[in-house]
């Protein structure tokens, strides 16, 4: 089991900005590093989608909604993952989560919350 703790949300207008960050503090890097890691998000009443990814040699992917607005990095040697995400929309008003693909269903966290007014 990975303890995953996410933080940086919070309230923001249309075309703000946020940072995310994902810390995974109690699993050494050996195993962090390896891992793909992703970011996920759940808005009220919906499902839990995959918004970003990050494998182990740094190849990103994203879901058509947030190309091109949200990045998604990581630092190993922090063992933190992070989430910038530019230009939010009132529809990106989720709570984010991290977790690693494929997904360590006993690591999910508390998740942090973004609101975008529209």
């Known amino acids: 089991q990975m303890l995953l703790v996410e933080s940086g949300g919070g309230l923001v207008q249309a075309g703000g900005s946020l940072r995310l960050s994902c810390r995974a503090p109690r699993t050494i890097t050996s195993v962090f590093n390896p891992l793909t890691m992703a970011w996920y998000r759940q808005a009220p009443g919906g499902q839990r989608d995959l918004v970003a990814s990050?494998?182990?040699?740094?190849?990103?992917s994203y879901a058509d909604s947030v190309k091109g607005r949200f990045t998604i990095s990581r630092d190993n040697s922090r063992k933190t993952v992070y989430l910038q995400m530019n230009n939010l929309r009132p529809e990106d008003t989720a709570v984010y989560y991290c977790n690693s693909i494929p997904v360590q269903d006993s690591s999910w966290g508390q998740g942090t919350q973004v609101t975008v007014p529209s």
């Open positions: 990050i494998s182990s040699r740094f190849s990103t």
